[in-house]
């Protein structure tokens, strides 16, 4: 069993508040991800089966000639929730004795940071479900950045990103990207990206986005061609050096949990209180959502 030096807290109240600000802090959740069927995989069971429509197709008329009526199909993708992670730590009651700092609003702040981080790195997990036309670079030839000169300028790959987004008809309006510290940081070395960005003289951080948080707004870094930039430090890398940058348009993630919880109870072989966290969720990109998504490796 393991021991803590640790003040005690009302862990009834640190439960409430995990749960309260976990989503304040998530980038994924914020800008990529959305939750719509979330509900109906609380009813359903672990496995909800969402449907989506057919194109409609148009042919050529001849006056006089008969028209060919199509048969419409719909598609019918699987999202299935069986991904359970877990916490749990104890508190000894001679630390509840000792205590002399509260400390729900510290511990709170951390169990909502990992349990963010987790979520996070969950829905970027996906990126391998963009569309296969909507990838720049790969992962054993990732984009090589610069500021400007040689190398790739980060304004060349937001460009690139458009184009992609582009050639699939995804409409213009909610176009996003979400970058890693390096490509943050090359964008920090280009003088004129940062007088674009940038409403403060030395800063690259520019007006926050409607809707933001306190905890969220430093992740945003403006907007650049048309596109909201923001970074993450969970973003995935598939391999050593190579981070895999998401970019998209609206929500193409569907995210859903089974349920979260967090609970406190008393353990029988010791004087001491656990606290426990228990999270049931997964997540898919449908077919027809690949298109508003894609990656761009970097190095």
Do not use: C
């Amino acid at each position: 069993m393991p021991t803590n030096i640790l003040s005690a807290f009302n862990v009834e109240v640190w439960s409430k508040l995990v749960i309260q600000k976990l989503y304040q802090r998530n980038v994924a959740m914020m800008v990529a991800a959305n939750t719509d069927y979330e509900g109906d995989v609380q009813r359903a069971g672990s496995t909800v089966y969402v449907r989506t429509y057919g194109r409609v197709s148009w042919g050529s008329y001849s006056k006089g000639q008969p028209i060919s009526y199509q048969e419409l199909a719909s598609a019918k993708e699987p999202l299935v929730v069986n991904d359970a992670e877990y916490f749990a730590f104890m508190l000894d009651d001679l630390d509840k004795a000792q205590a002399d700092l509260p400390l729900e609003e510290p511990y709170t702040r951390e169990a909502a940071i990992s349990l963010s981080e987790l979520i996070d790195t969950k829905i970027f997990s996906y990126y391998t479900s963009a569309h296969a036309s909507n990838v720049i670079g790969t992962v054993g030839a990732p984009i090589t950045l610069a500021a400007t000169g040689a190398g790739v300028t980060t304004w060349a790959q937001v460009v690139a990103m458009n184009q992609k987004l582009d050639a699939m008809n995804v409409p213009s309006e909610g176009r996003w990207a979400i970058v890693g510290p390096d490509f943050k940081a090359w964008i920090a070395k280009d003088e004129t990206l940062i007088k674009a960005l940038a409403p403060v003289a030395g800063t690259i951080l520019s007006t926050a986005r409607p809707g933001m948080t306190s905890d969220s707004v430093a992740n945003y870094l403006g907007n650049l061609g048309g596109m909201d930039i923001y970074w993450s430090n969970n973003l995935p890398k598939p391999a050593a050096g190579v981070t895999a940058n998401l970019f998209g348009q609206g929500r193409p993630i569907s995210y859903a949990s089974k349920f979260r919880e967090v609970e406190t109870i008393r353990l029988q072989d010791t004087f001491a209180s656990a606290v426990r966290g228990l999270i049931l969720h997964d997540g898919k990109v449908f077919s027809e959502h690949s298109k508003r998504l894609g990656v761009l490796y970097t190095n």
